[in-house]
């Protein structure tokens, strides 16, 4: 079955290095994705990635991948406040239609 | 352009009665997806539309749970005899066409949250 996990909290210092991580437990996953949620707003797609890479960097965002422990992990440099909010890892799985997200990772950032 | 948007923002029931639920998505995306989110969870798929069909709506709870997409754009989940634990937020994504991938983006609406008195 698919179960993907976050911890629950993070909180860090403006201006620091932020990581979250995700664990998940199918194998077959082919996609990882980064959203963003803040209070009031849609889900915002952060960035993803393809499962046969193991990093991907977008500006500040890095994204790890260590497909044999199954854990993915968004470090975001240089966190500013806007930054606060719940990050949520998905997965999908190969021909899949359809995201299984994780419980989501609360992010307060603190001046 | 306009993103994916939702009608009610919010919605109040009582415990036993009907309601519908809407969705918008972005003109042209072929495909669209109902995910409800409960409080303090991440979202869960309820139902994946191709076209005007259901490809998937292995994610819907029980039989108390529709949805329909008849001209292939706007979409409702209809929910009857509502209970307690329906209250959640309901979210619809689209996407350009069929087939989740890094490159076929999944765009959100921000949700109708219905809460069941």
Known sequence: GEDVEQSLFLSVREGDSSVINCTYTDSSSTYLYWYKQEPGAGLQLLTYIFSNMDMKQDQRLTVLLNKKDKHLSLRIADTQTGDSAIYFCAETLEGGNKLTFGTGTQLKVEL | ?117
Not at chain 2, 11 to 16: A, F, H, I, S, Y
Not at chain 2, 26 to 31: D, E, P, R
Not at chain 2, 52 to 72: C, H, I, K, M, Y
């Open chain 2, 1 to 117: 352009g306009a993103g994916v948007s939702q009608t009610p923002s919010n919605k109040v029931t009582e415990k036993g009665k009907y309601v519908e639920l809407r969705c918008d998505p972005i003109s042209g995306h072929t495909a669209l997806y109902w995910y409800r989110q409960s409080l303090g969870q991440g979202p869960e798929f309820l139902i994946y539309f191709q076209g005007t069909g259901a490809a998937d709506d292995s994610g819907l709870p029980n039989d108390r749970f529709f949805a329909v997409r008849p001209e292939g754009s706007v979409s409702t989940l209809k929910i009857q005899r509502t209970e307690r634990g329906d209250s959640a937020v309901y979210l619809c994504a689209s996407s350009h066409r069929p087939g989740t991938s890094g490159d076929n983006e999944q765009f959100f609406g921000p949700g109708t949250r219905l809460t069941v008195l």
